[in-house]
């Protein structure tokens, strides 16, 4: 078991990963522009960080874990298993969020310019309605999305504090975008610049509370082969929202050449961190 300082501070990190949002949204309304490029090579960064420790890091742990308790060759096929199953546990999460709704699209400071134009034009029942079905679809979203990330740095904290600081900077970082991408609609619904950055702000609390569900949910059956196959998983998901939402949006935001050169910052930084850390 882990001592309650370690699980607090596990805790922390996977607010402070969530509350980034409110960067997004400072940056939603604060700014004139979008800076494209520096948002592209953050993301960047933050996917060269999350497969790094993945592939470096937690799927090793997680196959020393399991060999040990199963045996080489079942800890092997357990750690794989484990691997895709939660790649497929955020895949089949990312397909029940239509696209439109999905807080993981882009958006750019400059739409809230363009929709003070079209808000204007619709009656006050198209906006009531507008604001229920956004309302209620973004949190779903929100709370759907952070949950396995919130479980992620949280599960990343409680095996090493290290590892968590560096998988709760890199989901930060991938939460600026998506804290834009949920002020912008909000605004549009409501013309208010402060409910939606508020809104923007609290979302991001579904991250640690989806860390605190899932160590609940898992901890009486918490054992060196349940937390190697949760580390497995963990790896998964961060591998699959690397190449599926991190990597994609970095590239649509700017130049190809600028979210490579994020991504291999992002390896090269947590790989001396890690030997630093040795």
Same mark, same amino acid.
């Given at each position: 078991m882990h001592d309650s300082a370690t699980i607090f501070f596990a805790f922390g990190l996977t607010l402070f990963a969530g509350l980034a949002t409110g960067i997004g949204s400072m940056l939603a309304f604060f700014t004139k522009r979008t800076n494209t490029g520096f948002l592209s090579v953050a993301l960047g960064f933050s996917a060269g960080v999350m497969l790094y420790v993945s592939f470096i890091e937690i799927f090793v742990k997680a196959k020393i874990e399991l060999q040990s308790e199963l045996g080489e060759v079942y800890g092997m096929w357990a750690t794989v298993a484990a691997f895709f199953g939660g790649m497929l546990f955020i895949g089949i999460i990312d397909r029940l969020v239509p696209a439109e709704e999905n807080p993981h699209e882009i958006h750019n400071v400059e739409e809230i310019d363009s929709l003070e134009v079209i808000i204007k034009r619709e009656t006050p029942e198209q906006k009531d309605r507008k604001l229920l079905r956004m309302g209620v679809f973004t949190a779903l979203a929100i709370g759907i999305h952070n949950f396995p990330e919130g479980l992620a740095t949280f599960t990343a904290a409680l095996s090493d504090p290290? !590892?968590?600081?560096?998988?709760? @900077?890199?989901?930060?970082?991938?939460?600026? /975008?998506?804290?834009?991408?949920?002020?912008? /609609?909000?605004?549009?619904?409501?013309?208010?610049?402060?409910?939606?950055?508020?809104?923007?702000?609290?979302?991001?609390?579904?991250? /640690?509370?989806?860390?605190?569900?899932?160590?609940?949910? !898992?901890?009486?059956?918490?054992? /060196?082969? @349940?937390?190697?196959i949760v580390f497995a998983s963990v790896a998964g998901i961060m591998v699959f929202i690397s190449l599926d939402e991190l990597l994609p949006t970095a590239q649509a935001y700017g130049e190809h050449h600028l979210s490579i050169y994020g991504l291999v910052a992002g390896m090269a930084v947590m790989a001396i961190s890690l030997l630093l850390f040795l």
């Open positions: 290290n !590892l968590g600081f560096a998988i709760a @900077v890199a989901i930060a970082i991938h939460n600026i /975008p998506e804290g834009i991408a949920v002020s912008v /609609p909000i605004y549009y619904a409501t013309e208010s610049r402060g409910k939606a950055f508020t809104l923007s702000f609290l979302s991001g609390l579904a991250e /640690p509370v989806g860390a605190i569900i899932g160590y609940l949910l !898992l901890m009486p059956f918490l054992s /060196p082969t @349940v937390f190697g």
